[in-house]
């Protein structure tokens, strides 16, 4: 009887949800059907929480951010209301009867994260935009605590690990199969590659680089164990389209990123010491400033320009910093970032401000033809410089702690995993790779505010906390 009663009021509850989102497309008020949805995404993940984290992965390529329709609300759906479900779910259950583990509570990752969390709000009290800021540290707390804190208790099981990479990388060449055929009906065109992957993503910068982390996740998987031959045959098809959708982006710091990663593994594999790493480093950096001169008049003598389709040929107008629009305009978004900073060293502007306030800052002589003057085309164009702006010196440097702590554990752990378990150390190592690859891009453009780049990158901390404490299971 009881039962029948809960299916009774639950297709009683689904049909009002019918009808009042009938009456609202009705008479023309699609936000408030799309409110309806939200309510639909957040009761899902309130009452199938595990799987509606997993879900996640599959949706994070695949979301849509309704500001390109609304032309106000920036919110990513269905991901991000299923993330606030969650997290309201994980903030009263913890309030009732505190469910989640102490091992979480206690790991770096999470206490450096609350760290940079109340730094945030800290540095919203002073911000020159408070609305602007308090959206953007709600919008961190609803990626970082259901990430953070639900995403070790899902990966206890460990067939949730390797589904949730699973179900990111087929969703994610669902969104590259999508942005290839239609850029195809273009003839791979470069002007076409900065919008053939909307709506699923906003240009081809973070989709190349979310691409090149999928890829290296992929690899990782096909690594990890013997598979059936159709798996296998699927996997490497994936990894096809992945590659082919990676190429065709022509993003080039997604190429370098790449590249970049493949030379920390080689780095990990080897086991080379930090103090020898950073010996050369700093020979190199040596180098460098003795010949800084040298360098500038061969990088001004360099004028390959970014829209060209060759492959060498863009990866060429990387260093073109004479007549390459897009590499000058990412110059103007630093030396305004630089600027916030040296006005507000300490404090910033405060979180999420940065695209508000850099306008100001824009010296005539950094101006290209792509600059605006209201200052209204984007960001910092860099994950650390883009914090230091808004958030001040140690704003910045809490987030450095914060993934410095993410990269030390996954290394720690993939040196000291059980070498029999061959499935979770191949996992491990590209883990560090795709991560590798997103934050070396990190240096050129910022996405850590989206879905696209939060999910995956977060979900793979929590990975890591959860594998600490198996490896400490297994010593014991």
């Not at 049909?15 to 957040?42: N, P, R, T, V």
């Not at 970014?306 to 073109?320: C, M, P």
């Not at 507000?344 to 792509?370: C, D, H, K, M, S």
Request: charged share 15%.
């Amino acid at each position: 009887m009881h039962f029948l009663r809960s299916n009774i009021g639950l297709g009683l509850a689904g049909l009002l949800y019918i009808l009042f989102s009938a009456y609202f497309i009705w008479f023309d008020q699609a936000y408030f059907a799309l409110l309806s949805i939200g309510l639909l995404f957040i009761y899902f993940a309130v009452y199938y929480s595990e799987y509606s984290f997993l879900a996640l992965a599959f949706l994070t390529p695949l979301s849509i951010n309704i500001e390109e329709y609304t032309n106000s609300l920036g919110l990513f759906v269905p991901t991000e209301p299923l993330l606030f479900g969650m997290m309201l779910l994980l903030i009263m259950q913890e309030t009732r009867k505190g469910f989640i583990p102490k091992h979480v509570w206690r790991s770096p990752i999470l206490i450096a994260a609350a760290v940079y969390v109340t730094w945030l709000l800290l540095s919203t009290i002073s911000s020159s935009e408070p609305l602007a800021s308090i959206k953007f540290v709600i919008a961190k707390l609803w990626f970082f605590v259901p990430l953070l804190l639900l995403g070790p208790i899902v990966f206890g099981k460990k067939k949730n690990i390797q589904t949730f990479l699973w179900l990111f990388i087929i969703g994610m060449v669902i969104a590259v199969m999508y942005t290839v055929t239609l850029h195809a009906t273009y003839s791979f065109g470069e002007k076409e590659s900065h919008w053939v992957m909307w709506p699923f993503f906003k240009d081809h910068t973070i989709y190349g680089a979310i691409v090149a982390l999928t890829l290296l996740l992929a690899i990782g998987l096909y690594q990890s164990k013997k598979y059936t031959l159709l798996t296998q045959v699927v996997l490497i098809s994936m990894i096809a389209v992945l590659a082919i959708g990676l190429y065709f982006s022509y993003t080039r710091a997604a190429w370098l990123s790449v590249v970049g990663a493949f030379g920390i593994g080689l780095v990990i594999k080897l086991r080379i010491k930090f103090s020898y790493l950073f010996g050369v480093t700093a020979f190199l950096g040596i180098i460098l400033f003795f010949s800084w001169d040298n360098l500038q008049m061969e990088l001004a003598r360099n004028k390959q320009d970014h829209t060209t389709e060759d492959f060498g040929e863009r990866l060429q107008s990387a260093t073109n910093v004479t007549t390459d629009a897009s590499n000058l305009e990412r110059l103007n978004r630093w030396s305004c970032a630089w600027e916030m900073f040296k006005e507000r060293p300490v404090i910033g502007f405060g979180p999420g401000t940065y695209a508000f306030e850099y306008a100001r800052f824009q010296a005539p002589e950094n101006l290209t033809i792509i600059s605006t003057n209201f200052g209204d085309a984007g960001n910092a164009h860099s994950e650390y410089l883009g914090p230091l702006s808004e958030t001040g010196l140690p704003g910045l440097i809490f987030f450095l702690i914060l993934i410095g702590f993410v990269f030390y554990k996954g290394i720690r752990l993939y040196l000291d995993w059980p070498e029999e378990d061959n499935e979770i150390k191949q996992l491990l190592f590209f883990m560090i790779l795709a991560l590798s690859s997103y934050f070396i891009h990190g240096f050129l453009n910022n996405y850590l505010d989206t879905d696209k780049a939060c999910i995956p990158i977060w979900g793979m901390a929590a990975i890591f906390i959860t594998l600490e404490q198996r490896l400490k299971e297994l010593k014991f």
